[in-house]
């Protein structure tokens, strides 16, 4: 199956003065023509590039008709992020937040 798009991506965490930073570098691509050798439209790439950045930000693959995270369908592009997706990326944010929080601390008590 073609795909539309890929990344590669990396986070890197660091201890500066004993506080961890991180920095993430990403890079996206994306198809400009489909399989038939057609210019893909704005909304198609729009879904892969916001699928993409899912990845970038910790989401899975996903199988449910509609959703950013599931594989684009040409005829179908998704153009907003489902609420489900929403409260994935709230929790991976969350989780995030408690990481660096007990990475401070530990980084405190070294
Ligand atoms: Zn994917």
Do not use: C
Not at 30 to 53: C, D, I, K, Y
Not at 67 to 95: C, F, I, N, Q, T
């Amino acid at each position: 199956m073609p795909v539309g798009g890929l990344v590669s991506w990396r986070r890197a965490i660091e201890y500066v003065n004993q506080i961890p930073t991180d920095e993430t570098t990403a890079e996206i691509r994306v198809r400009t023509h489909n399989p038939w050798a057609r210019g893909m439209s704005f909304e198609q790439m729009r879904h892969e590039v916001a699928h993409e950045l899912g990845h970038v930000l910790g989401l899975d693959d996903s199988r449910r008709l509609g959703a950013v995270m599931s594989p684009l369908d040409l005829r179908r592009p998704v153009g907003k992020v489902g609420d489900d997706e929403l409260e994935a990326l709230h929790r991976l944010r969350d989780l995030a937040a408690e990481v660096r929080r007990e990475a401070l601390e530990y980084a405190m008590r070294v």
